[in-house]
């Protein structure tokens, strides 16, 4: 039963690397929600005792990986907002759909703000306010990731 859990579980995540992955024009690659920790986060909320912090940093290094972005930097900022996601997911559980999704753009902002810090001191990237467009597009896609993985669990009965 625990393996059937994973499965299904890392199907969501590795739909979600595939979606940001996938080729956008470049006008509307900034908007680009941030997909995998979105879906993380959900999965950290539903079913905290099946993803943990682990999952996270693994995932992360994927996108590492996958992305050519400095090795560790996904990792440690993904591990950081699941943390705080699964450490106050009951809180978080209890809110309505909109206040997750301000909470859930608070953690986005928070991951894009650990990013940048990094890479400043790492590569000497100066802030653009335009890395924070995922906070919104991400905030605003919250209610719709959140019912369709929703109805997804509860298809599989993932528990």
């Known amino acids: 039963m625990n393996s059937r859990y994973f499965l299904l579980i ?32 959900y999965w950290a909320l539903a079913v905290p005792h099946r993803l943990n912090i682990g999952t996270a940093w693994v995932v992360g290094l994927l996108i590492d990986l996958a992305t050519g972005s400095p090795l ?31 909470l859930v753009g608070l953690f986005l902002t928070l991951y894009h703000l650990m990013q940048f810090w990094l890479n400043h001191f790492l ?29 997804y669990r509860r298809h599989f009965r993932i528990r």
């Open 123 to 151: 590569m000497d990237v100066y802030f653009n306010p335009q890395y924070l467009w995922p906070v919104v597009t991400g905030m605003l896609s919250w209610p719709w990731i959140f019912l369709l993985l929703r109805k």
């Open 10 to 41: 890392a199907v969501s995540i590795f739909l979600a690397l595939i979606m940001a992955l996938m080729p956008l024009p470049f006008s509307f690659d900034p908007f680009r929600p941030d997909w995998v920790l979105l879906v993380l986060m």
């Open 72 to 102: 560790g930097i996904n990792s440690l900022t993904y591990s950081i907002c699941i943390f705080v996601t699964v450490s106050n997911f009951q809180k978080i559980r209890n809110f309505s759909i909109w206040q997750q999704a301000i």
